[in-house]
C-alpha cells in the first residue's frame, strides 16, 4: 500500500529578541535633551538641543559598528553592510526634532528603534543580503520655519534649495542664516537627493498620535496611506464699530460668521469623516480678529482652516463645500468673504507590497493589527515617492502627542521595534 506524504507547512522563522531594556534606555537619554521644566521636550530644528540630540545618535551609531554619512542638510544615516555591499539599501528610521513642549515619542522610536533593529541583527549575526540603513531627517516638524519634512524632502528632490530662501522662524531668523551659522551653504544642498536605484524599501516605526490603537485593544497599526492637508485662510470682513453704541441689527460683526462658520466646518467634515468616504477631518486652529479689543465689535476675523483625508477625491469635495458655507454665510450676513491658499498636498498611498508582507509577519507570531490610515503626515510620505514605503503604528495613550503627556508602553515600543527588525530583514533578504 502505497504512503501519501502529510504536506509539511514551513514554521517561520524565530529570530532573537531585540533589548528593550537598551532601547528604552537609549531613547529616554535622546528624550532628556530639551526637556522644560514643565516637562515637555524643545528641540527645534538647528537649535542647539537638536544638534545635541544628533550627537548623542552618532555616538550610539558609532558605537553599534555603524558606517556614519552625514549629508548637506544634515542627515545622518548610519549604514550596515549586508552580504552585498552593492545592493540597493533597506532604509528605516524618522527625526529628533520635536515641536514646542512636545512628547519624547514622536520622531525618536522610529530613530532608536531602527538602530536597536539593526545592533540586534549585527550582534546575532542575522544574515541579510542587502545594507541596512537607520536614518535620522532633519526637520519634520513645521515648529521652527513652518516647513515640514525638510530633510526627507530634499532627499527625495521634493524641493529645491531655493524654496528655502525665505523661510524664518517666529523671531525673524532666516533658515538660509542658521545654514550659514552651522558651515551649511546653497551649494550643500544640491547634492542631496538619492538615487533612488540605491534604495530598496524605506520603513517607518511611528507612535500613531491619535486614539485608534488603545481604543480598539490593537497593539499594532499597519498603515495603508498618509492624509494629506488642503490649508487655507477664510476672511470675513464687516466693520469695526463701538460696542455700545452700536444696535445689534444694525452691526456687520465678522466674529459671529466666524463662529457659524466654524460650527458648519465641523458639521461638513463629520458627514465625511467615514473610512468609506475617505475618513475627511478638518479644523479650524487658528483665529486673529480685529481690533481685537473687547469694546469693539469685530470687523475683520481672519481663520486658518486644515482639511484633510487620504481620498484626494473627498479632500477637493469638502474643500469645497466648506469654501461654498463661508461665501454663503457672508452673502447672508453682508459681509466681504475672501479664501486665500496656503498650501495644497496630495495623499501619499503606502506600497502594498510592503504592507503585505508586514501583515504576513503578524500573521506568523499571531499579533493582532489594524490596517489603517496615517492622519498626521511623516518623512514615509517624501520617501515614498523615490523607493517603496511601508510605516508601522504602535498606540499612543489616550491618542496625546505633540504634547508633555505624549506615551506609550515600552513594551509596544518592543514591540513594533521587533516588527520592524523582522521586516527589514525579510526585504533585505527577498
Given amino acids: ?128 543580503r542587502s545594507p541596512l540603513e537607520v536614518v535620522c531627517f532633519v526637520g519634520e516638524e513645521s515648529s521652527r520655519f513652518g516647513f515640514s519634512t525638510l530633510g526627507s524632502s530634499l532627499v527625495a528632490g521634493e524641493v529645491h534649495p531655493k524654496d528655502l530662501a525665505h523661510a524664518v522662524d517666529a523671531q525673524g531668523t532666516k533658515l538660509a542664516d542658521v545654514l550659514s551659522s552651522l558651515g551649511i551653504s546653497a551649494k550643500n544642498l544640491h547634492g542631496i537627493k538619492r538615487d533612488p536605484k540605491s534604495l530598496k524599501a524605506y520603513l517607518e516605526l511611528h507612535i500613531e498620535q491619535g486614539p485608534i490603537l488603545e481604543a480598539i485593544g490593537k497593539r499594532i497599526g499597519l498603515v495603508t496611506a498618509i492624509a494629506a492637508p488642503s490649508r487655507f485662510r477664510v476672511i470675513f470682513t464687516g466693520q469695526a464699530d463701538h460696542s455700545g453704541t452700536t444696535p445689534m441689527h444694525m452691526r456687520k460683526d465678522a466674529l459671529v460668521a466666524a463662529a457659524l462658520f466654524i460650527e458648519q466646518v465641523e458639521k461638513i467634515c463629520r458627514k465625511y469623516s467615514s473610512m468609506a468616504k475617505g ?58 468673504v475672501e479664501t486665500l491658499t496656503i498650501r495644497e498636498e496630495d495623499p501619499v498611498p503606502l506600497d502594498k507590497r510592503l504592507l503585505r508582507l508586514t501583515r504576513a509577519i503578524c500573521d506568523a507570531k499571531e499579533l493582532v493589527y489594524e490596517i489603517m490610515p496615517s492622519g498626521a503626515g511623516h518623512d514615509a510620505m517624501q520617501m515614498a515617492k523615490i523607493t517603496p514605503a511601508g510605516m508601522i503604528f504602535i498606540p499612543s495613550q489616550r491618542g496625546i502627542s505633540h504634547n508633555p503627556l505624549e506615551w506609550s508602553a515600552p513594551e509596544d515600543i518592543a514591540l513594533g521595534t521587533q516588527l520592524l527588525m523582522e521586516t527589514m530583514i525579510k526585504v533585505a533578504n527577498e
Fill in 279 to 336: 475618513r475627511v477631518v478638518g479644523t479650524v486652529g487658528a483665529m486673529k480678529l480685529e481690533p481685537g479689543v473687547i469694546n469693539a465689535v469685530p470687523g475683520r476675523a481672519e481663520l486658518q482652516v486644515d482639511i484633510r483625508s487620504t481620498s484626494a477625491q473627498s479632500k477637493a469635495r469638502v474643500t469645497r463645500l466648506v469654501k461654498q458655507c463661508a461665501e454663503a454665510i457672508g452673502r447672508k450676513r453682508n459681509l466681504g
Fill in 1 to 128: 500500500m502505497r504512503r501519501v506524504a502529510e504536506k509539511q507547512t514551513a514554521s517561520p522563522p524565530s529570530y532573537p529578541a531585540i533589548n528593550q531594556r537598551r532601547l528604552m534606555r537609549d531613547l529616554n537619554a535622546i528624550g532628556r535633551i530639551g526637556i522644560g521644566n514643565r516637562g515637555g521636550v524643545t528641540r527645534l530644528v538647528f537649535s542647539i538641543k537638536e544638534l545635541r540630540s544628533r550627537q548623542v545618535l552618532i555616538h550610539l551609531m558609532r558605537q553599534a559598528g555603524l558606517k556614519i554619512h552625514i549629508d548637506g542638510i544634515g542627515n545622518i544615516f548610519g549604514r550596515y553592510d549586508g552580504d552585498d555591499a552593492r545592493a540597493p539599501a533597506v532604509v528605516a528610521g524618522s527625526h529628533l526634532d520635536t515641536v514646542i513642549h512636545g512628547g519624547k515619542y514622536d520622531g525618536p522610536v522610529g530613530v532608536i528603534g531602527a538602530l536597536e533593529a539593526i545592533r540586534t541583527i549585527s550582534e546575532n549575526n542575522i544574515p541579510v
